[in-house]
């Protein structure tokens, strides 16, 4: 998710970001009503795994990998392009120490 902006008050975080509007894997899932194929889980998952290897490169753990944290990137079924998401347990690791 491309974050735009970080903005703070005396109470509150806000993070200014990209809008996302085709909602958890989990939910196409359900939505669809039959399994992706596999060439589609193919897609899916090689996006998955391009995140997660950006991440562990910068030394940073997800530690929150499920599909309700994977979200398409707009409403049209036929747009298989997935985001990664809700980093609250995410942490930095040192590689020689581990987490």
Request: aromatic share 10%; glycine share 6%; proline share 1%.
């Amino acid at each position: 998710m491309k974050v735009h902006e970080l903005l703070e008050d005396t109470n509150f975080y806000y993070v200014v970001s990209e809008i996302i509007e085709g909602g958890s894997v989990i939910n196409r899932m359900r939505q669809i009503g039959v399994p992706f194929t596999d060439q589609k889980a193919f897609l899916i998952v090689r996006q998955i795994m391009q995140a997660l290897m950006y991440l562990h490169q910068k030394n940073i753990a997800h530690r929150d990998l499920k599909l309700e944290n994977l979200i398409f990137t707009s409403k049209n079924i036929e747009n298989l392009s997935v985001k990664l998401i809700d980093f609250g347990f995410a942490c930095k690791f040192n590689r020689k120490e581990g987490m």
